[in-house]
């Protein structure tokens, strides 16, 4: 062997190296991109629930750099192009679209499958009903910056055109980071408002994230406060600031206050909610596309006992807790609260398919639960009374009942879509097209 060929081969034998470590890891990765978009086709949770990417695989070049840009790693690379492998986990962020090189990326609403109905809404954020403004995610906007943003230039709108001496010049549906912004940009500008909340809390979807999730990437601007120029920042922390602002600016938010029913009357509204109703020029509804929880409808269900979602799973600590629900949403909350100790959970599903609608790892462990006496699981079953200490559940036809402290219903939720058209309000349902702009 010649010393040219010996030195080149030295030359060469660090790029060499390089090739077959990144090969391997790049291979390593596309595996589990491939394990991870089976789980999320077995599971049934393939169809995105809100505004997506969709990948044209003839102008992909499998760069990853959409991958690298998405905060929530729902993207990911199999057989050299990219695809959404967690599509659950999407929130609409956009940064995908924009980091592509070869512009493969466009965002768009619903599937072919399912459709996803948007309300038309205009540049000012007033839909084709006078007086009638929608901000954040009902109209699409599920990203926090755009929410916050969209919030405030809706009020900019609704000022022009404020209630009589016997009205407020506008009702804020909602506490999430679009009626957070109109409620200070309401403020600011020394509006007539009243802001009413279904929750106990501020955030709207933020706060159902899990512990520690990141919630922002991006610096928003609201009013009163300017600019907010973290980059990074936790649920908790996000949750934290909204509620110091909204209290340092004396804005009220009335929580657990659920808006029932919107009427017209003559030239402005009656918006009545679960506690009050109001006279009111205008409306804006910032309300979000998790909607008003779907309720069991059985006598007891009026309780501090029965709750809408697992926010801390030890205050569940030794207590007797049944879970209602068939989904991802029910499976984790029973299984953080068996992990408390002391707890009994039971998990009641109106069907036979707790097993199969989770995520195979949510199987799985509730499987090895309900084998290691962790968990109770009660198929074909459905609730019919819930006492001060007890459960009564109904299955094929007979009925059982259970010590009970407290009842989690993850039922999912019902988007305000018939209300929105008895008042005229028009709405679009899209599948798997770009809104326009």
């Not at 933020?206 to 009163?224: G, V």
Request: hydrophobic fraction near 40%; aromatic fraction near 6%; include cysteine.
């Amino acid at each position: 062997m010649s010393h040219s060929y010996l030195t080149t081969l030295l030359y060469l034998l660090p790029l060499i190296i390089a090739l077959v470590l990144y090969y391997r890891r790049h291979s390593k990765r596309e595996t589990q991109f491939s394990a991870c978009l089976a789980e999320t086709v077995k599971s049934g949770v393939a169809e995105p629930l809100t505004l997506h990417p969709v990948i044209d695989v003839n102008k992909c070049i499998g760069s990853s750099a959409c991958v690298k840009a998405c905060p929530e790693h729902a993207l990911g690379i199999v057989r050299g192009k990219a695809v959404l492998v967690e599509p659950d986990h999407c929130i609409g962020h956009g940064a995908c679209e924009a980091a592509c090189p070869v512009e493969a990326i466009q965002l768009v609403f619903g599937t072919e499958k399912r459709g996803i109905d948007i309300p038309q809404v205009k540049p000012t954020f007033e839909t084709n009903v006078p007086g009638i403004y929608i901000a954040g995610e009902l109209g699409g906007m599920g990203l926090i910056r755009k929410g916050v943003d969209q919030g405030a230039r809706a009020i900019a709108s609704i000022r022009k055109h404020k209630g009589s001496a016997n009205e407020l010049d506008v009702v804020i549906v909602g506490a999430g980071p679009a009626g957070i912004s109109a409620s200070l940009a309401a403020k600011e500008a020394g509006l007539r408002f009243v802001t009413v909340e279904q929750e106990d809390s501020l955030g709207g979807s933020i706060f159902h994230y899990p512990r520690r999730k990141l919630a922002m990437t991006a610096p928003m601007t609201l009013p009163i406060v300017g600019k907010f120029n973290k980059y990074e920042i936790s649920k908790e922390e996000l949750l934290t600031f909204w509620s110091r602002i909204t209290g340092d600016n004396d804005i009220t938010i009335n929580f657990t206050e659920r808006m029932d029913a919107i009427t017209k009357t003559g030239r402005g509204f009656l918006v009545k909610t679960s506690k009050d109703s109001y006279n009111t020029k205008n409306v804006l509804l910032a309300i979000g596309r998790r909607g008003t929880p779907r309720k069991l409808g059985v006598l007891g269900e009026e309780q501090s006992k029965v709750v809408y979602r697992l926010i801390d799973a030890e205050q569940y600590r030794g207590m007797h807790v049944l879970v209602v629900g068939g989904g991802d949403s029910a499976a984790e909350a029973a299984l953080a609260i068996a992990e408390e100790q002391g707890s009994t959970v039971s998990v009641s599903s109106r069907g036979d398919d707790i097993l199969t609608r989770p995520k195979e790892k949510n199987r799985m462990r509730l499987k090895e639960f309900a084998t290691q006496g962790k968990l109770k699981i009660f198929l074909n079953t459905s609730v019919k009374q819930i006492g001060k200490d007890t459960v009564m559940l109904e299955q094929e036809g007979k009925s059982c009942s259970l010590k009970n402290d407290a009842v989690i219903v993850c039922a999912g939720g019902t988007l305000p879509t018939p209300m929105l058209k008895e008042i005229g309000v028009m709405v679009d349902t899209y599948y798997g097209t770009a809104v326009p702009k």
